[in-house]
């Protein structure tokens, strides 16, 4: 596709379920991030990745919370037992390279859990 | 935190004023860049500048930056409703396998 993709757009999960959020960056882009942003707040850094490889996880909040990148390309971000403080939007930028280049963002997943 | 601080928090302003908002970080970086948010879903690229550069305009958008003092400041001209959004700086340092942190952003309300 054009841009970066995310899937789902919305998720409502019940607490203590697992969930997958999906993310699928522009073709050829090395660099894939995922950020966590809550209501009102400012983009909070989870993790990236250098084509598969993730040099940097240390925004992950705990250890429920894991990514994989497959291929270069699709990104998943797997939250496990989830909690209540985790109902926030899941954002995804990819970018050509990591150094001195823009990021394009999807739209972002709203995961509320209840 | 590696977050830096944005300022101001928010700002409102009226159509064809200015507005200036500014960002501090704490560790050298490669480059920073500018983004805008609407509706707090997807953010758009505004801007990059590299660390050996002071000044880029793009537009009525000017960004200056100032590395002894490590800041950065986003002018906006002659602003107009449109520009209502939250405006984000966000850096890459020079630490090997680092990646593009956030600040906290500032908020901008624009009434016509």
């Known amino acids: 596709g054009a841009g970066v993709s995310q899937s789902p757009s919305n998720k409502v999960t019940e607490k203590g379920k697992d969930v997958e959020l999906r993310c699928d960056p522009i073709s050829g882009h090395t660099a894939l991030y995922w950020y966590r942003q809550s209501l009102g707040q400012g983009l909070e850094f989870l993790i990236y990745?250098?084509?598969?490889?993730?040099?940097?996880k240390s925004g992950l909040p705990s250890d429920r919370f894991s990514a994989e990148r497959t291929g270069g390309s699709v990104s998943t971000l797997t939250i496990q037992r989830t909690q209540q403080e985790d109902s926030a939007v899941y954002l995804c930028?990819?970018?050509?390279?990591?150094?001195?280049?823009?990021?394009?963002f999807g739209q972002g997943t709203r995961l509320t859990v209840v | 935190s590696q977050q830096g601080e944005e300022d101001p928090q928010a700002l409102s302003i009226q159509e064809g004023e200015n507005a200036t908002m500014n960002c501090s970080y704490k560790?050298?970086?490669?480059?920073l860049q500018w983004y805008r948010q609407n509706s707090g879903r997807g953010l758009v690229h505004l801007i990059l500048i590299r660390s050996n550069e002071r000044e880029k305009h793009s537009g009525r958008l000017r960004v200056t930056l100032d590395t002894s003092k490590k800041s950065s400041s986003l002018l906006i001209t002659a602003s107009r409703a449109a520009d209502t959004a939250s405006y984000f700086c966000?850096?890459?340092?020079?630490?090997?396998?680092?990646?593009?942190?956030f600040g906290k952003g500032t908020t901008l309300s624009v009434s016509s």
């Open positions: 990745f250098q084509g598969n490889s993730a040099p940097d």
């Open positions: 930028a990819s970018s050509l390279v990591v150094k001195n280049t823009e990021a394009f």
């Open positions: 966000a850096r890459i340092t020079n630490q090997a396998g680092t990646a593009l942190i």
């Open positions: 560790t050298s970086i490669n480059n």
